[in-house]
């Protein structure tokens, strides 16, 4: 496929860790392909020893591809978002990819997910990638955010909170956001859609309860602790709890 072949992109699962993909890009150092793009999606949260190997990597396969682009992901910040992305490092994740955008010449992208876990944080989430951005002034498209809403599975979707709260954190995103040139075009356009769709989305209270059972499970199996991590949403396990909730009868 490689003579005609534009795009080749590792996703998975965690790239780094399979030997088949490094063969893979052993291949093409080995056997250039100008025209081809290359894509590989990582958590950022590997071993030093695989990302120092995909450094050198990418270092090699310049001027023997297109062009390289790093894909990762993230959607909030601190304690927040390694909640919500279990065995994810914030800080090894902040620091990997800063090594990256200073070893190489890859363009890197910032895939999210946003979902009720990220409302708490998601601003600060913005302003953690505007300030790697200032980082690096002269180079182009650095962590360009991709702004996408989950919907499945239902019970952790945005649209499970009251649209009161909804309208709050609209608000709040979208003011940072606006006249803020650091962004770029197209990204505003896409977080004016989330507020929008956090303002107006119908509201999705039959998957409460299976929030709640979900975070009471979750909290067990991994031992982790929603209610010290996301205090601002403490109260809805008991107002969102099948036990807590009255419901009438008509005979």
Known sequence: ALPHLKVLRATGGEPTMSKDVWKLLEYIIENPQTGLEIGINTNMCVTPKLIDKLETTINMLKGKVKKVTIFTSAEGTGKQVEYARDGLDYELWKANTRQLLENTDAETAMMTTINILSLTTFTDFIKMVLEIRKEHPNTPNVLRM???????PPHL?????????????????????????????????????????LRNAKLESTHRHDFVNFIKAYDTRRDKDFVRIFPEFAHLLDEWDDKNLITSVSI
């Open 146 to 152: 991709s702004i996408n809403y989950l919907r499945h």
């Open 157 to 197: 979707q945005c649209t499970m909170l009251d649209v009161e709260d909804r309208i709050k954190y609209a608000n709040d995103i979208q003011a940072f956001c606006e006249g803020n040139d650091d962004i770029y075009e197209g990204e505003l356009e896409q977080i004016q859609r989330f507020c929008d769709y």
